[in-house]
């Protein structure tokens, strides 16, 4: 069946540095790719989004990368500040217009001071 | 506006009570959805209205009921619950539409506590 999974349950990053983030899918027909930010007592939060045509693109101190030979997306935070201590998840719609995303299991990103 | 409201932010209700969840969106967006999410876990899709219409329900229990009266406005109605069903309710909305996917916007959830 279809899975997103994450390589990692948490994370520890000293302020100031980059973050890494890694997620695995399984089904090769995803089409679209979203990275989410959930703070604690909040809803997820969008971050950015890919489509399976592109292998990298680029926000405001993130950047997404996509490998669809091995099925992995990753998100890169630069800079990492306290105010990005959250629950990332990655999730995948996998098929070309379907309204249904299936989330990763997410990562905790603890900023250390 | 990019903002997805929902309504009460806190319910606590027994397990005979009847209540409603309600989700708000101003961004003209067509497809809008219900989520479950348990502590430590990501959100499960329950049910997507597309142009007012259910196009997915995702064999959710039929104590969860949700509406799309218009446009802009979801409700889940809610009957006979469980204490299982305590979580976190997520709504969400997009673009809506064939061919494409689109990034759903989340509201801040309504946390449920059945006892």
């Known amino acids: 069946g279809e899975s997103v999974g994450l390589h990692l349950p948490t994370l520890s990053v000293q302020e100031g540095d980059n973050s890494i983030i890694n997620c695995a899918y399984s089904?090769?027909?995803?089409?679209?790719f979203i990275w989410y930010k959930q703070e604690s007592g909040k809803g997820p939060q969008f971050i950015i989004d890919?489509?399976?045509?592109?292998d990298k693109r680029q926000g405001q101190r993130v950047t997404v990368l996509l490998n669809k030979t091995v099925k992995h997306l990753s998100l890169q935070i630069a800079a990492t500040q306290p105010g990005d201590s959250a629950v990332y998840f990655c999730?995948?719609?996998?098929?070309?217009?379907?309204?249904?995303?299936?989330f990763g299991t997410g990562t905790r990103l603890t900023i250390i001071p | 506006d990019t903002e997805v409201t929902q309504t009460p932010k806190h319910l606590v209700m027994g397990m005979t009570n009847k209540k409603s969840l309600k989700c708000e969106q101003h961004?003209?967006?067509?497809?809008m959805y219900w989520y479950k999410q348990k502590a430590k876990k990501p959100p499960e899709l329950m049910f997507v209205?597309?142009?007012?219409?259910?196009?997915i329900n995702e064999s959710v229990p039929s104590r969860f009921s949700p509406e799309c009266p218009n446009s802009s406005l979801l409700n889940l109605h809610l009957h006979a619950l469980q204490p299982e069903d305590s979580a976190l309710y997520l709504c969400?909305?997009?673009?809506?539409?064939?061919?494409?996917?689109?990034?759903?916007?989340f509201g801040p959830g309504t946390r449920l506590t059945v006892t």
């Open positions: 089904n090769s027909a995803s089409d679209y």
């Open positions: 961004m003209g967006h067509r497809a």
């Open positions: 890919i489509r399976s045509n592109m």
């Open positions: 209205y597309s142009y007012e219409k259910l196009s």
């Open positions: 969400a909305s997009s673009q809506a539409g064939t061919g494409s996917s689109y990034e759903q916007y």
């Open positions: 999730a995948e719609s996998g098929d070309f217009g379907n309204e249904k995303l299936t």
